[in-house]
């Protein structure tokens, strides 16, 4: 179970890493108005005029979350936890110890 999540894990990892990577930044638009950029007007044209920027916001903001959920359950699966819920006064060990009576301590000169 903790290796099919952590496998998970690893693939949203990388797949959010290239959503982000492929996004672009709001500066970006400024340049494409004035027809900068590769593309020139035609950036949108796959998901419409602002379809691409909502798309893939959405699907990184859906991988976060799943990248969230998986970090949560690696978390809670990387507990050790006891056989024996225990409190902690007794996992403390208890040792009798003798109190010094003035007869036990050195003379002073």
Do not use: N
């Not at 893939?56 to 024996?84: M, W």
């Amino acid at each position: 179970m903790h290796a099919l999540i952590l496998t998970i894990h690893i693939i949203v990892c990388l797949m959010l890493i290239g959503l982000v990577l492929i996004q672009h930044g709001k500066g970006a638009d400024a340049g494409a108005a004035f027809g900068g950029g590769a593309g020139g007007g035609a950036s949108g044209s796959l998901f419409g005029s602002r379809g691409s920027a909502s798309f893939l916001s959405r699907s990184s903001a859906l991988l976060a979350a799943v990248f969230f959920a998986t970090s949560l359950t690696l978390a809670y699966f990387s507990v050790d936890r006891p056989e024996k819920a225990t409190s902690v006064t007794e996992s403390v060990p208890t040792e009798q110890t003798q109190e010094q009576t003035p007869a036990d301590l050195p003379e002073l000169p």
